[in-house]
């Protein structure tokens, strides 16, 4: 009886009109929906500059990785070198 009833209960909710309505995905090339990053990035070698920047530090963050709890200097110094990553400079304009 159990079964029965969700068995209903699922074919009720995949049935409901919010499951089934379905809306197109935002048109990449409309500019309601593109961000202008030109404030933050002048260029795209500016904002590749920053990519690359950042992927570089990886590794570094990484290699703190299974050594967090050993002391409190072992925590403290990844996390500064994640704050010194996410700190962004942009270049001036």
Do not use: H, Y
């Not at 795209?44 to 990484?62: G, K």
Request: with cysteine; aromatic share 6%; hydrophobic share 50%.
């Amino acid at each position: 009886m159990l079964r029965l009833t969700l068995l209903a209960a699922a074919a009720l909710i995949s049935s409901s009109p919010f499951a089934m309505a379905q809306t197109a995905p935002p048109d990449a090339t409309d500019p309601r929906w593109v961000w202008d990053l030109t404030r933050l990035f002048p260029t795209d070698a500016a904002w590749d500059a920053e990519r690359v920047a950042v992927t570089a530090e990886i590794p570094r963050l990484a290699a703190a990785k299974g050594t967090l709890g050993k002391d409190a200097a072992s925590l403290r110094a990844p996390l500064d070198q994640q704050s010194a990553v996410c700190e962004f400079r942009p270049e001036p304009a």
